[in-house]
């Protein structure tokens, strides 16, 4: 089964990993919104911002390196 970057992330969030955890807390804090606001066009919007800039990427980036 396929899921998009927001579900990966609230996933990874779920579980406790770190990195994604650091990444949501931050852009909740900054816009000053309730953890339900990932369930929406701004929580898809965010998480592809974190998928290009997140630890899938860096994976990736190690990888091709």
Known sequence: MEVGPLAR???GYAQG????A???????K???VPVTALFST?????ARGWKRNGPQ???AI????
């Open 9 to 11: 992330y609230v996933i």
């Open 17 to 20: 990993n770190k990195e994604m």
């Open 22 to 28: 650091e990444q949501i807390n931050f852009v909740l």
């Open 30 to 32: 900054t816009l000053d």
């Open 42 to 46: 701004l929580g898809r919007t965010a």
């Open 57 to 59: 990427a860096k994976c």
């Open 62 to 65: 190690s990888w091709i390196s």
